[in-house]
């Protein structure tokens, strides 16, 4: 019973990675009708800049801040200068700039940080008294910041003009032009805020995988399995999602496959989901009248 708890709990903590990246890939999807497959790679090398900052002596915390500052930064740029530009091109061309994309930035990280696995600082002290025998510190804490991530977006969305103008963007561009509404700038804030909560993910996610170009590409699997259980449509559902695939993973490598074979749970909800309930367990089912 004590190792179901420690395989459950833990999952927990891994889903909120996944969360976190899973919201970042429905606020885009929102936004461009596309998948960033290269999102996690975003993520990465945010997570860099985090690292390059701590090694020059900059405080943990203050670091964050500065890196979600960058990733935020990074994501208005792309979303202005590479995404813009191909927004009415054909689906498959949307497809190949994410993915060029995706090689760029690994390709980049690894150019300018080489290829050597490096450790990643935890602020979470070792022996804190909010470790157990069920979840260490460091789980705890990752943990919190991502409810805190995910309150704050919601929050955002729910209690901001600005969050309901981005809603209002995303969902019905054409109506939000007519009532004054500069629907590129809420696409390009959205990207930035997507480009910001995958970077927590990165950074949360460094000091378990240890530091390096390929650190995310797992993670964004798990993170587009949850936004796909979901509802990729729905940013709270996908987060809810990406708990759930975390909780998945953690039982399924323990009891029934093995860690060897865990990643491909991921694999299978996506299949399994996109033939039995396309919309995700929380997104709406669209109809066309033809």
């Not at 998948?35 to 701590?54: K, R």
């Not at 995910?150 to 109506?175: E, H, I, K, Y």
Request: avoid cysteine; aromatic fraction near 12%; glycine fraction near 12%.
């Amino acid at each position: 019973m004590q190792a179901f708890l420690h395989q459950l709990l833990s999952g927990i903590a891994t889903g909120g990675i996944y969360a976190s990246l899973a919201l970042a890939l429905v606020m885009i999807h929102q936004a461009t009708h596309h998948i960033n497959f290269a999102q996690g790679e975003l993520a990465m090398f945010a997570t860099y800049i985090a690292w390059t900052l701590v090694q020059a002596g900059v405080p943990y915390w203050a670091a964050f801040v500065l890196t979600l500052v960058f990733a935020f930064a990074l994501g208005v740029f792309l979303q202005n200068v590479v995404l813009r530009p191909v927004q009415n091109a054909p689906f498959f061309s949307v497809v190949i700039v994410f993915i060029g994309l995706l090689v760029i930035f690994n390709s980049l990280a690894g150019w300018i940080f080489t290829y050597t696995v490096k450790t990643f600082p935890s602020p979470f002290p070792i022996r804190a008294w909010y470790g157990s025998n069920y979840l260490s510190p460091h789980e705890v804490g990752m943990t919190a910041v991502t409810l805190v991530v995910l309150v704050l977006v919601f929050a955002f969305f729910r209690f901001t003009n600005l969050g309901l103008a981005m809603r209002g963007a995303a969902q019905n561009p054409a109506a939000s032009r007519l009532v004054g509404i500069s629907v590129g700038r809420m696409l390009a804030l959205g990207a930035g805020l997507a480009g910001a909560i995958g970077a927590v993910a990165g950074i949360m996610a460094a000091p378990i995988l240890y530091l390096e170009p390929n650190m995310m590409s797992g993670i964004l699997l798990y993170g587009l399995a949850g936004a796909v259980l979901g509802g990729i449509d729905n940013p709270w559902g996908a987060a809810l999602g990406g708990v759930m695939v975390g909780v998945l993973e953690n039982l399924a490598g323990a009891y029934v496959v093995g860690t060897e074979l865990k990643l491909s749970v991921a694999l299978l909800v996506i299949i399994f989901v996109l033939l039995f309930k396309p919309s995700g367990l929380f997104g709406r089912s669209i109809v066309v009248r033809v």
